[in-house]
């Protein structure tokens, strides 16, 4: 077949800044390599081309697509997984096909050559629309299975599979991987997050030095691929669809066997599905069911792993930022986090509630602090005490000292513990995840574990405004500074003595911070 041309068309040019032009041209370079060499992949990627004039659709939902069967080089691919409600005794387990296939399915077994019967299997189908001169249209196939009434503490292997394809025959037997539920009572764990991490090498090797931490799961803080580059939430935004394929499997070596607990930045507002442009998150996650709503906001729910309570929120509905779904939920998504934050305080077996979400409430880098977040959800963290809030957003690294009533409640220096009762709540920003990083305020220097550069003086930064203004403020709370692709490793610890051991990795896999939390 013919291949694409490498520029950008000039419809689509004309609407992107500098950086945007560069990083379009490197992934369609990085497309198109994956596309000539990914095998049995590469053709599924290209599926749909001719069409550039249907509408854009939501994911439709089927169990046995009405179609042809798919021939036996359909290969499964983009394996993720997540939690159900219950980690203890729920998996979701979900994958992209290249093309359309018929009754797929999973098999799980207690040994990986002893895989049990077929589950049905739920396909997602995804169209986006192609715009002449900008980019073609996609079909996107996304196949989901739920996994319930599993045993707590248990490893299991499994295989995923469609008619022409049976991941327990010998051909396809080295596709088999492996799971574990959560324990039935709390015990030791780790975990991770970043968020902002998008495609291409920076990306893969904090995978790959996340995967060495042995995490139970990952949780992501939104920004996941940046298909759309531009992350204002508008049908105007420039968009390549098939930058998900690539993304899910860029990320499957890890994904597959670690929960990939994602919520949803300004990068992953698309437009192009209703509602609200979350239409493409609800095809390609299965994300817990916490009484929200999981179509609509599929970046919003709960669940409690161990001792501890985690939420993810979607801070699109309340950034003054970039305002394309402000106020979406109509207040709904912030009285759901009050009476979450409220039941997990109550649930004995919690120690330490952790609130995830992209858009940060304290950061002196490039997007500064949303006062949207602060106006509408700091207050509920400091009432219902919340241990500590990771974010995204800001393509660095930053860590503030305890903020109480909008201050430092306690100076929390590297190696230091903190108590969120007594002196507030640690923010965290993890936003070196793989995407092109960002930097400080001039004259503002990094201090890390090991480079500590000690500053009496406030640093100059700014929050935005209601009115998408920029309001300048001198603080105070920003401690830990590092302008380098990095990630959290927490050791939630339980017992008489719970704590959560808080370290912050670089690439290299060399700690740049560390702290903890008592319980």
Known sequence: MDLPDFGIPPRLARRMSMAEQHEYLRAKLTRRRTLVTAGAVAGGLLTGCSDTSAPATSPTRSTTPATSRAPSSVTPFGRHLAFGADPRTQMRISWQVPAVVRGPYIRIGARPDALGERIEAEVRHLHTPGVAGVRFAADQYYVHA???????????????????????AAPHRATVTSFRTAP???????????????????????DRVLRRQNPAFHLHAGDICYANPSGRGRDSDAYEPTSWDLFLKQTEPVAR???????????????????DGYGGQAARWSLPDSGFDARRAPGVYAFTYGNVGFVALDANDVSYEIPANYGYTDGRQTAWLDRKLRELRAAPEVDFVVVFFHH?????????????????????FAQHRVDLVINGHNHVYERTDAIKNSEVGRPVPIGASTDPARDGIVYVTAGGGGKSLYGFPEGVPES????????DEPVASFRWTKSRHRKDETVAWSRVRYRGFSFLAVEAEAGTSPRLKVSALAQSGERVDYFEVRG
């Open 184 to 206: 039935a009572r709390p015990e030791s764990f780790v975990f991770t997050a970043f968020g902002d991490q998008g495609l291409g090498a920076d990306a893969q090797a904090n």
């Open 360 to 380: 940060c409430a304290y950061s002196t880098s490039t997007h500064a602090s949303d006062g949207g977040v602060r106006a509408e959800w700091v207050p509920l």
């Open 448 to 455: 890390y574990e090991g480079h500590v550069t000690e500053r």
């Open 257 to 275: 066997s670690v929960p990939w607990m994602v919520t949803t930045g300004n990068h992953d507002m698309e437009a192009w599905y209703s509602p």
């Open 146 to 168: 739920a996994l319930d009434d599993l045993l707590p503490g248990t490893t299991y292997y499994y295989g995923v599979g469609h008619e022409g394809f049976d991941p327990a």
